[in-house]
């Protein structure tokens, strides 16, 4: 059973941010600025230049992203394990979904990608070439995930780098790694753990975890909630 690999073109203009987890790949330090952070940089001094733009307004958005956290993502996960016929139109189309019942825009130049964990098949994201990420539901991506050896491994070897997470998949389930790009961004919705039946939806949340959302982990198990 072969892992499977999706690509797609890139063109990457986005700001990092994160922290450091245990068992995860080291993160690239003391690297110069790639060519799409000097172009992002360049863009955003013309724009000011040209009165498009003002600095605040590009500070207010940076601090806006900032705020965000992986529990907006954790209650929508919830929401999709406890309904299924939300968990249906989200998965469909997730932007009005996002908009009717949590008031969450991700704009209209932005496409999210649902893909949900199952039996036979275990989904994991990265972005090969930068840190694109859904940060308007999950904030600011893990510094792991922003890393070359993350990046350039999981897409050759994804079992060798789930492993490293603590994560074994059976050889019977079928791994795939989604490439996100400037326009495409993807979230996992993990499988729900066995022994959660009645739970409510803010319960289910606390099972739900950053990791298990990129796809590097599973969510809790239900003695984790405490």
Not at 48 to 54: D, F, H, N, P, Y
Not at 158 to 170: H, I, N, Q, S, Y
Request: hydrophobic share 40%.
């Amino acid at each position: 059973m072969a892992d499977k690999h999706h690509h797609h073109d890139h063109e990457h203009d986005h700001r990092h941010g994160g922290h450091d987890d245990r068992h995860a790949p080291p993160p690239d330090s003391g690297r110069p600025r790639t060519e799409f952070e000097l172009l992002e940089r360049a863009l955003s001094e013309l724009l000011i230049a040209k009165g498009v733009l003002a600095e605040a307004d590009i500070q207010r958005q940076i601090n806006f992203m900032a705020s965000r956290t992986p529990a907006l993502g954790a209650k929508i996960v919830a929401k999709a394990w406890a309904d299924p016929a939300f968990k249906r139109d989200f998965m469909a189309e997730p932007r009005a979904t996002l908009i009717k019942h949590f008031d969450v825009d991700i704009g209209a130049a932005l496409e999210l990608k649902v893909i949900e964990n199952g039996p036979g098949d275990h989904h994991v994201v990265t972005c090969t070439l930068c840190s694109c990420y859904p940060r308007m539901l999950l904030g600011p991506p893990p510094a792991w995930y922003k890393s070359l050896a993350y990046r350039s491994r999981v897409v050759v070897e994804p079992r060798a780098v789930l492993k490293e997470f603590g994560l074994v998949p059976p050889r019977t389930t079928a791994v795939h790694v989604h490439d996100s790009t400037a326009d495409l961004r993807y979230l996992v919705i993990p499988r729900r753990p066995k022994g959660t039946e009645g739970w409510s939806e803010a319960k289910l949340a606390t099972l739900v975890t950053r990791d298990s959302m990129i796809g590097t982990a599973e969510a809790l198990a239900p003695d984790a909630a405490a």
